[in-house]
């Protein structure tokens, strides 16, 4: 459904991305864990068209979107939900959840109330908060909203960087329990974090990354606390 073939990202003369490979299943679930500074955020922000590829090429339902702009690719299915979840503050809930309706391709649109019932009854908690302005609201609920909003963009794969960054462990717990309750719908999901997370669903795959390169990429499962301290540290290559 969506490839990434040895994906390079440079900002000038520093490289960020080393050749990273990755291929998304329709419906899977991808886990990519690294310290900060691993280039984490650059490759998914690489497979959203936000930074360019400077090698390499990225292919979506079999169509080479290497460089297809990152509204068009919204467009095309895949969403991005930004580290610091990039809700409109001034807002209210529901104006952001019509910001993305509005950015879905018009043939998978379907309408807005229908969207609306969708997200709030995986995400229960924003249907009593509608009318409230976004910067009421929790970091959990923020996060929340910030992965409602994309879900009304209809993605075929939805792009997470670091959901639980900044929230209380009660918080992620929610946050990961609404992912999961996306996995099963059949939703792909992407998601980036420097840590190992509650998530009670094994991954299909899981990278693990380190300055800019794959360390390690295991499929069905997850990398055990000591073997992660190991690789991030720099015990292994």
């Not at 009593?128 to 879900?151: P, Y």
């Not at 329990?177 to 996306?182: G, I, K, N, P, V």
């Not at 990354?209 to 990398?223: C, F, Q, S, T």
């Given at each position: 459904m969506m490839k990434a073939d040895n994906v390079g990202v440079h900002y000038g003369a520093i490289q960020a991305v080393h050749g990273?490979?990755?291929?998304i299943k329709a419906g899977g679930f991808v886990l990519i864990l690294g310290p900060n500074g691993a280039g984490k955020t650059s490759f998914i922000s690489a497979l959203a068209g936000i930074v360019p590829c400077s090698a390499g090429k990225i292919v979506l339902d079999g169509a080479d979107v290497t460089h297809v702009s990152a509204t068009r690719r919204v467009r095309l299915g895949v969403s991005l939900v930004p580290e610091g979840r990039g809700v409109l503050k001034g807002l209210s809930v529901k104006e952001n959840l019509l910001l993305g309706w509005?950015?879905?391709?018009?043939?998978?649109?379907?309408?807005?109330?229908?969207?609306l019932g969708e997200v709030t009854e995986i995400f229960p908690r924003l249907?009593?908060?509608?009318?409230?302005?976004?910067?009421?609201?929790?970091?959990?609920?923020?996060?929340?909203?910030?992965?409602?909003?994309?879900?009304?963009?209809?993605?075929?794969?939805?792009?997470l960087d670091e959901p639980s960054l900044g929230l209380a462990p009660l918080a992620v717990k929610a946050v990961y329990?609404?992912?999961?309750?996306?996995s099963e719908l059949g939703m792909t999901l992407v998601v980036v974090e420097q840590k190992n997370v509650p998530i009670t669903s094994v991954p299909d795959r899981t990278l693990v990354?380190?300055?800019?390169?794959?360390?390690?990429?295991?499929?069905?499962?997850?990398?055990s606390e000591a073997e992660l301290a190991e690789l991030y540290l720099g015990g292994r290559r």
């Open positions: 990273v490979s990755l291929e509005h950015a879905s391709a018009k043939e998978r649109r379907g309408s807005f109330s229908t969207g249907s009593e908060r509608l009318e409230q302005d976004c910067s009421t609201l929790s970091g959990g609920e923020m996060q929340m909203l910030a992965v409602a909003r994309a879900m009304l963009a209809r993605p075929k794969v939805i792009l329990a609404a992912l999961r309750r996306l990354m380190r300055e800019g390169e794959v360390l390690l990429d295991m499929a069905d499962g997850r990398p």
